[in-house]
């Protein structure tokens, strides 16, 4: 095992059954690390860091083809958990964790740059899912991957199943729902 699994596992102790941090889990985590793989995406925005959790079975694929996730987390203490468990688990080259309110930090032209994205992660709160779509639509490669997670626990709320409307219909995307974990949506750009 080497020391970004041991961290993985550390954080699934960490969390509980409760999951008082809230993790994708591991059956998504893993998800996460095959879908990077496949597409060899090089690239990755995550929104909801929390305590890093997800972000480390990304950096997991990134790290051997020398590819950077940028993760974003509002929340002061998880946010500081997440930077100790990257910094840990030797994957600081790999991560920039970006600090702030997700819609603030989407307006910082300098921290996205021109950078176009090969996936998109959405894990942070639910009701922001139809702007982060406006932001990383254009910004998603053709062949580009999102994934949404929480789409079944939460699909009957009103801003999900507005999103999830969204994205069914739109023409530039081929997407599907997964039962793993709380459900997620995993959608490509055409
Ligand atoms: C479900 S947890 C993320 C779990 C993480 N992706 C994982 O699987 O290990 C959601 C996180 O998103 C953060 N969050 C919610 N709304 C946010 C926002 N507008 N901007 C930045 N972070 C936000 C919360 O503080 C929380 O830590």
Known sequence: MDVVDLKISEIEKLTGAENKYWICGHVVGEFLYKQIVEISAKTVLEFGTSVGYSA???????????????TVESHKERGDLAAKHFEEAGVMDVISL???????????????KDTMFDMAFFDATKYE????????YPRLKKGGVL???NVISHGDGNMMRKFLDLVAQHPGIASEIID????ILIGRKQ
Do not use: N, T
């Not at 079975?57 to 950077?68: D, E, Q, S, T, Y």
């Open 147 to 149: 994934v949404v997670d």
């Open 56 to 70: 480390l079975w990304m950096a997991k694929a990134l790290k051997p083809i020398g590819g950077r996730l940028l």
């Open 180 to 183: 793993i974990g709380s459900g």
């Open 129 to 136: 899912h139809l702007s982060y779509f406006d932001f990383v």
């Open 98 to 112: 970006v600090r702030g309110h997700a819609p603030e930090v989407l307006m910082q032209k300098d921290v996205f």
